[in-house]
């Protein structure tokens, strides 16, 4: 019967209702009526319900005691029965089921049961994935994506087809290439990634003109975004260990430095109203079973407002996987409820929480803490009364408006990685194209996970034919391209052509959610197509990549025989599209690398369950990310070319930052590799500071080439010389800019020192350090010194 309440929104079954309050006979039609409110008042007499009687249902009152009002109408088998992702509703007193998990990582996804497409609603625009997203460094740009996402969301809403509780973004930072669900995430760099986090967040949540409302935990929600997978997890299935069995051994310093920043910045800026725990362990405790990371840090001194979810099935896996302290199902949920989780994507709450109740484990004021947490969400969200938002309908999804932010999303995210003057192509003076490649007629692979199902697709064949005739050989059978026999045909068709464009990489077959890769290569016989057609061709050869995790194309890198190198990680549902636009020259690249690309014997140098960001010198493991890694690459973080010339001048606001400290406030020793180099004041607790010191650049930007383009300043900060075991640099904010063909662009940048000079030292304190810092900007050799000065 709960099968009548298809979707997230409230599509009430006449005849359903009918039988679950046996009020009164079943009404003639049963025809289902899609109602976007619960107290909606006609609802409420279907049911033979007034609806005066409800208090949950009396705007005048707050937020909170609605939600009391409602969780103490429920008897405690209702009550559990709502605590699982497929919450069942109490329908004697006006609540329907809900849907809890919905995904729109990249645009509204079916993945999960709270959404699907149909007739009514055939599919949604699909976005580059996050990874791709993030290398055009366009913050205006990832506001957009959220802002329509949100708005698909709900309009599908509207529609009965989908919910308001979407359980993205990903901001685990990527520390191992080999990784599978590095597509899925905003890279490398802690702050990168919990600035896209922020921004996304806020995109699909805020609702305009309520920003200044003081009491966050009644702040309006457009939908509902969720920060996950919280902490430590970026292990899918690497030779034998597997997320649900991995224990994450940790320092506090890469906690405090790499792991948890995205998360804080994601809960505290983002102002999220709901965080995912994750299946691992860390440092040998279940993370939804920590109160230390779940009650203390992610509610407590990060203030949530909002609720704390299980990623699927995590409370199972600590019993039947983890073994976790020989848990009985009802120790386990006894265990997560206390250490602050409050809904169970899965079915463990629902089956044991009362009976732990009963064992006298828990109290019933527990389960009635969380229940207020989701409820207050759902009413922030107009669940129960109505949204400014009614009016969306499918109008507003797929919307030509929509399709084109797709596509610019992809074009501002490709990243140019090599070009001997060939780019861009002249169409005038081009006529025949050979595209070939396991990737040349892609559609699905596109879109990666999380997905959906897109407004439409533009394949690389579809983009390249708007621009030249093109002849079309695959190559490959597919990615895994286990056999050389495509390649003769496809050396033929190069033979032929003015130009050729070898569309190549990985797909979710390599990479993907439960599976990890073993090598940084291009699989089966992808590089062998590559040098044979690159050495047939008759014209320029251009080399594109489609995958997430960086691949070692050195070969191809340093063939003369390749004019030109493009990364399109997996560009959505416009990609063919985009990629042509940049070949072609209808659109000047400016997307940046988000990741380092190591080469391939990196990966025999450091298992994947090895979590250290620093170099492990006892067994010669190499540092990861281009903070601690000092090895040789493919193509380092932020690289990227254009088809014009950028060139910088810098002026400092501030070089000096003078820092009194009163008799409370004392200096903390740091290492140092030459003890002369260490001050009489090395460093300051963070803590211990107002953090009012702030310091700024403007930075000129000028076009000095003959095309219009964007480019991305980055600005980094190194830490004083000689303190021993910090981060080579660190990034400390970043914009892209356009500036047309012969013009300048000025942008400003101000800091506060304690965010972007502070340091985790090895003992986890989070420290200013007193000296010279260096403040770089781009990847050009341009820099200054800020001094930061303790004294008393």
């Not at 489609?546 to 560009?571: H, R, T």
Request: aromatic share 10%; net charge negative.
């Amino acid at each position: 019967m709960a099968k009548t309440f298809t979707s997230l929104s409230l599509i009430v079954s006449v005849a359903f209702l009918a039988i679950c309050t046996a009020r009164r006979p079943p009404l003639v039609s049963d025809v289902p009526v899609n109602y976007t409110r619960v107290c909606e008042p006609s609802r409420f007499a279907k049911q033979g319900l007034d609806i005066a009687e409800f208090g949950y249902c009396d705007t005048s009152q707050s937020f909170e005691k609605r939600a009391k009002d409602l969780i103490d109408r429920m008897t405690l088998e209702e009550k559990v029965l709502q605590l699982g992702n497929s919450a069942a509703g109490a329908s004697k007193i006006g609540l329907p089921p809900y849907e809890w998990w919905s995904e729109a990582l990249h645009g509204v996804s079916n993945t999960g049961p709270g959404t699907n497409f149909d007739e009514v609603v055939p599919g949604a625009t699909s976005f580059p994935t996050v990874l791709l997203t993030t290398a055009s460094f366009n913050q205006s740009l990832w506001k957009r994506i959220g802002e329509v996402v949100s708005s698909e969301a709900r309009a599908m809403y509207n529609l009965g087809k989908s919910g308001l509780t979407f359980w993205s973004p990903n901001i685990n930072v990527a520390r191992d290439p080999r990784w599978g669900r590095i597509l899925e995430t905003p890279g490398e760099d802690p702050f990168v990634v919990g600035t896209y986090g922020t921004i996304y967040v806020r995109a699909l949540q805020d609702v305009e003109g309520t920003l200044n409302t003081t009491d966050l935990n009644s702040r309006p929600l457009k939908v509902a975004a969720c920060c996950k997978h919280y902490t430590a997890y970026d292990i899918e299935d690497w030779l034998g260990v597997d997320r649900f069995h991995f224990d994450a051994r940790v320092t506090e310093q890469d906690m405090l430095e790499t792991f948890q920043p995205p998360f804080e910045m994601c809960v505290r800026d983002g102002d999220a109203s709901s965080a995912m725990c994750s299946f691992n362990r860390v440092n040998g405790i279940p993370v939804c079973a920590d109160k230390t990371l779940l009650q203390d840090k992610i509610r407590g001194q990060w203030d949530l407002h909002g609720y704390i979810v299980s990623d699927c099935d995590s409370i199972e896996v600590m019993v039947h996987g983890q073994k976790w302290l020989g848990d009985t199902q009802e120790d386990a949920v006894s265990q997560v409820l206390k250490a602050g989780l409050d809904l169970d994507c899965g079915d463990y709450y629902p089956k044991y929480l009362k009976s732990a109740l009963m064992q006298g484990q828990i109290s019933e004021a527990e389960i009635d803490r969380s229940l207020k947490y989701i409820y207050v969400v759902l009413m922030r969200l107009g669940y129960f009364d109505g949204s400014p938002f009614s009016s969306l309908g499918k109008k507003d999804i797929c919307s030509n408006e929509n399709i084109e932010l797709a596509a610019e999303a992809a074009r501002e995210g490709i990243v140019l990685l090599k070009n001997n003057g060939t780019l861009p192509l002249n169409s005038s003076k081009l006529k025949k194209l050979a595209v070939i490649g396991p990737h040349a007629n892609a559609t699905k692979a596109m879109i990666g996970n999380y997905a959906g199902i897109p407004c439409r697709y533009v394949s690389p064949i579809e983009g390249f034919s708007a621009f030249a005739e093109v002849t079309y050989e695959m190559g490959c059978a597919d990615v895994a391209c286990k056999n050389d026999s495509l390649i003769f045909p496809a050396m033929e068709a190069a033979r032929e052509a003015d130009a050729t464009i070898l569309m190549v990489g990985l797909d979710l077959s390599v990479e993907a959610e439960g599976r990890d890769r073993v090598d940084l290569l291009l699989p089966g016989y992808q590089t062998q197509l590559i040098n044979q057609v690159a050495k047939a061709s008759k014209g320029p050869v251009i080399l594109v990549i489609m995958a997430a995790g960086c691949v070692d194309i050195s070969f191809a890198k340093n063939n003369e025989l390749i004019q030109a190198i493009l990364w399109a990680g997996y560009p959505g549902q416009e990609g063919g599209r985009a990629i042509a636009d940049i070949v072609f020259g209808k659109h000047n690249p400016g997307g940046r690398l988000p990741l380092t690309w190591y080469k391939a014997e990196y990966v025999d140098a450091v298992p994947m369950t090895s979590m250290s960001l620093r170099p492990v010198d006892e067994f010669g493991y190499p540092g990861r990310t281009y903070k601690f890694f000092n090895g040789s690459t493919v193509y380092p973080f932020g690289y990227g070319l254009s088809y014009t010339n950028f060139s910088y001048k810098i002026t400092p606001s501030k070089n000096t930052l003078k820092i009194k400290l009163n008799k409370y406030q004392h200096c903390n020793n740091l290492n140092y590799t030459n003890y002369d180099d260490k001050p009489y004041c090395p460093a300051v607790l963070v803590e211990d500071l107002s953090c009012e010191h702030e310091f700024g650049l403007e930075a000129t930007v000028e076009n000095a080439g003959k095309m219009d383009g964007s480019e991305v300043v980055m600005v980094y900060s190194k830490p004083p010389t000689g303190i021993t075991g910090t981060h080579a640099k660190q990034v400390i904010g970043f914009e892209r800019v356009f500036v047309p063909a012969g013009g300048k662009k000025n942008v400003k940048f101000t800091f506060n020192a304690c965010k972007s000079l502070a340091i985790v030292d090895g003992r986890g304190n989070k420290v200013l350090p007193s000296g010279l810092h260096t403040i770089k900007v781009g990847n050009a050799d341009v820099s200054f010194l800020v001094e930061v000065q303790f004294y008393q």
